[in-house]
């Protein structure tokens, strides 16, 4: 093989180079044409050489390299030293004798106060053969105190003891104090006690103003009489007869109160304080009288339609309430409601009557009630344990059973009276009573309808939603859509209305029905059935 020599044997351009401030370009050939190698072959074509601008004199002094830098390295440390400058002034030198570096020729901290020189220099150096017992330089060694500073004053001499002590003989007869200072002394011993002794008088006759060993109490006169018809008078009569009426179902129990109403011990209740204990095979049933008696009681019949019910006790002679009339009372007429409101027997409040046939809906509270009540508007307290219990007139008569309460709370079973209690009329309860203690079960007087509330903003009344098959309804030829605004004698502003005006008859009553018909009057004969 033939060595292959390079044509040309001068410098190429590697790469860009840095020039010297102010150094202009040099000119450069475009191409660099190699001669053909010494074989005959072809001329090769070279690199292109770099074209240099010119450098901004400006520019190269501010972004070339420092004099005295020819590469990219930095100089060597000698050299680099030569050229530091100092970035900070010297600190003060209070500064630098807290802060800066320990002179190295002054003494340590871990030299003991002679540093290192001995008084005898036969002795050696400190850290010698006792190094291990000196606290100096024990690093474990406790705290003591050492000896006192140069120039500390010395101890003040310890006190001399005391002398003998002088006895009373001594003083009073041995002439070791003078009789003036005996006399000054017995002075102010006797004003002592005299100040003494007048403070204690004082005291004593003041601690003796607040008690009399006599006093005169005023005596106690008869007391305020009490005439006819006043609540306690009233309530005297009355509370004999009321009874708190408690029912147990297993763990759960519950209270209401009742009326005695026959010489045989019938008592008249609501529905909704019994119901629990009606299906129930372990359920009991008391009646507690004002006494304390407690009497098991059994349940006679009861009438969830009107939220009614009669027990039986087996009690010899019991006070009955003396039964009034509904259709005596006025609105302002003063009331009274007696009952055990939260197991509260024989509690008795006042008002007045509020209101009469004001149809009310009944909530059950997870009875079998399902009662619309004509009932009697009072703001009378009642609250939770006084369904069941009387509302009698200003005479004693029982013209009401209390059976609900308007209250701020969801349900009539919970909150308290806000002046919003409803009582069923005497005269339904009686009627209601007498057929349970009769027969033990109840017919009401049925139309055959289900109707809903509306208004024209003219005329209320009940609008018939649907009429049942072969009903009193249906034969009267009443349809659906039919607007109720009248039965017999009584005005029929919503459904609840029309439900209390009809059971106010009696089944098989015949009764004038007025309604409107696609805006036409109208009015039939309907003849109620029972249920």
Do not use: C
Not at 270 to 286: D, F, K, L, Y
Not at 424 to 433: E, F, L, S
Request: aromatic share 2%.
């Amino acid at each position: 093989m033939t060595e292959r020599e390079p044509a040309v044997d001068d410098e190429r351009d590697n790469g860009p180079q840095a020039m010297a401030p102010g150094e202009a370009a040099v000119a450069q050939p475009a191409l660099v044409i190699e001669p053909a190698d010494r074989n005959g072959g072809p001329p090769r074509l070279g690199p292109r050489p770099l074209d240099r601008p010119a450098i901004d004199p400006g520019s190269a002094s501010v972004f070339g390299r420092p004099d005295g830098v020819d590469g990219a390295f930095a100089a060597p440390q000698a050299q680099a030293a030569a050229t530091r400058t100092a970035l900070a002034a010297p600190p003060p030198a209070a500064l630098a004798s807290a802060f800066g570096r320990p002179d190295p020729e002054a003494p340590t901290l871990q030299r003991p106060p002679t540093n290192g020189v001995t008084a005898d220099p036969g002795e050696g150096p400190f850290w010698g053969s006792d190094a291990d017992a000196d606290p100096w330089r024990d690093p474990d060694s406790s705290v003591a105190l050492g000896p006192p500073v140069d120039g500390e004053p010395e101890p003040a001499a310890a006190p001399l003891p005391a002398g003998a002590r002088l006895s009373l003989r001594d003083v009073l007869f041995g002439k070791r104090v003078e009789a003036r200072a005996l006399i000054v002394l017995a002075l102010v011993a006797v004003l002592v006690g005299a100040a003494g002794g007048l403070v204690g008088r004082v005291t004593a006759e003041r601690a003796s103003g607040l008690t009399d060993p006599d006093p005169q109490i005023t005596q106690a006169i008869a007391g305020k009489e009490r005439p006819v018809g006043s609540v306690a008078e009233i309530a005297r009569r009355t509370v004999p007869a009321v009874v708190s009426i408690e029912t147990r179902v297993g763990n759960e129990g519950g209270t209401g109160s009742g009326v005695v109403i026959d010489p045989k011990g019938y008592i008249l209740t609501n529905n909704h304080v019994v119901s629990a204990a009606a299906g129930a095979a372990q359920a009991t049933i008391e009646a507690i009288f004002q006494g304390g008696a407690r009497v098991p009681a059994k349940i006679v019949g009861r009438d969830p339609k009107t939220d009614l019910a009669v027990v039986k006790v087996d009690v010899a002679n019991p006070v009955v309430a003396t039964i009034g009339a509904t259709s005596n009372l006025a609105v302002g007429d003063s009331v009274i409601a007696i009952g055990s409101p939260f197991g509260l027997v024989g509690t008795v409040t006042t008002g007045i009557v509020s209101a009469l046939d004001r149809p009310v809906r009944l909530d059950g509270g997870g009875s079998d009630t399902n009662a619309v009540i004509d009932a009697i508007q009072t703001d009378a307290a009642i609250n939770p344990g006084n369904s069941g219990g009387p509302l009698v007139d200003s005479t004693g008569a029982v013209v009401g059973i209390n059976t609900a309460i308007r209250s701020l709370s969801q349900g009539q079973s919970e909150g308290g009276s806000i002046g919003l209690g409803f009582a069923i009329p005497i005269d339904t309860a009686q009627v209601i009573a007498a057929d349970l203690i009769r027969t033990g079960v109840v017919k009401h007087a049925e139309i055959g309808i289900n109707a809903r509330s509306v208004s024209d903003g003219t005329t209320d009344g009940a609008q018939v939603q649907n009429v049942q098959a072969g009903g009193a309804a249906a034969k009267a030829g009443i349809i659906e859509g039919d607007v109720i605004v009248k039965v017999g004698a009584r005005p029929i502003p919503g459904s609840d209305a029309l439900v209390v005006a009809t059971r106010e008859h009696k089944p098989g009553d015949s009764v004038q029905v007025d309604l409107v018909r696609d805006g036409r009057p109208l009015t039939v004969q309907v003849v109620l059935t029972s249920d």
